[in-house]
């Protein structure tokens, strides 16, 4: 019997949060304010956090908190202050990399489900297993392996043991993202969760005794992107992902939109679903990559789980992001009876605007905006306002359906 490996997505607030999960996430994983490796991410008060957590528990999706720094012993003294209050809201999980957090959470929440980071750099069976006899109950394992890498370790280490892997977003072309360029440029520091992306700045590279081994650097006017890494891409690889034995697909993102959120759970989502239902006879649909290019991103690749870092440094040729289709609306009711949505804008939209409604389990549906009305039902033309609130005329809506730009 095949093992349903959990979909992990990312959650920068509680509005991703709740798009995640409504779009088909088994788990999340955010962060307090501090110890989170996304200080960029808006991120979750103690408040916001319990919330968060109630909502994942009462829709039978799970929360995993972030303590992944690499903090120093000044850092380290306010963290028994964050665990008391992790321990009141009880997570899931906790995702550690530096082993002084480890002891520091074993010591004070003795029976913490403990998740080593990706910042851990995880390369082997022998390391996964010393986790493990440490306490750790789930690796996420770093990023410059290969699948037939990761069979091997699956092979090699407890059962019980579960294995953990990005298969969507942003890469570091740095080692399991230890980078320091961020700390030289402009002092902030990446492995803190500071990162100011210097991997994506232009730069000219010259080697002055390897004269016939040059990279380049002046190949396009504005120079060339040599540090910037494709983004990740396994939403057409699901057999392999689950043959060699991962336990978590885990969705890089949490400083990137709540539409992106709900768009790539929802493809990586429904891609596994289609498989489960018939792992000898899966084909995949070409509609789930339609999704996932609907959203922000860079070129896309498959990673280092086919090719080696050395064979395929997997940079980027154009360092633009390609742009995502305008998140236009979210539909928050629906009166079937009639055919009236309550909407909340996100972008400006007006009556006749060709679009496209996407639903949690389900590919988008082209759609024309029909008639609109403010809340007192005065007709309007438009929604030019941020975060207004009014009605539109549509024949099936549901609510947290998202309308967007075609």
Known sequence: MIKKPEILSPAGNLEKLIYAVNYGADAVYCALDRFGMRSAADNFTPDELKEGIAYAHAHNA?????????PKD????????????????????????????????????????????????????????????????????ARELSLSDIKHIRANTPPELELECFVHGAMCVSYSGRCLLSNYYVNRNANNGACAQPCRWKYYLYEEKRTADVIEAEQYPEGTYVFSSKDLCMIEHIPELIDAGIDSFKI????????????????????????????????FNPKYLDEVESVSHREYSTGYFFSTPSENA???????????????????????????????????????????ILSPGTTGRDIVIGRMYDLEMNPISSAPHAKMEFYLEIDEAKPGDIIRGK
């Open 314 to 356: 997997n940079i980027v040729k154009s360092n633009e992001y390609i742009k995502d289709k305008a998140f236009l609306c979210t539909v928050s009711e629906f009166d079937s009876k009639k055919k009236l949505a309550k909407c909340v804008q996100r972008n400006k939209l007006s009556v006749g605007d060709n679009a496209n």
């Open 74 to 141: 000044a850092e380290l003294a306010v963290l028994p202050e964050y665990l008391r209050i992790a321990e009141e809201l009880k997570p899931d999980a906790y995702i550690v990399s530096d082993p002084g957090v480890l002891e520091y959470l074993k010591e004070y929440i003795p029976d913490a489900v403990i998740h080593l980071s990706t910042q851990a750099n995880t390369l082997n069976a022998a390391a996964c297993r010393f986790w493990h006899k440490n306490g750790v109950q789930r690796i996420v394992l």
């Open 252 to 283: 890089e993102g949490r400083v990137k939109s709540a539409y992106y959120t709900a768009v790539i759970t929802n493809a990586y989502k429904m891609a596994l679903e289609d498989y489960l239902k018939d792992p000898e006879g899966y084909v």
């Open 62 to 70: 799970k929360l995993y908190l972030t303590l992944n720094t690499m």
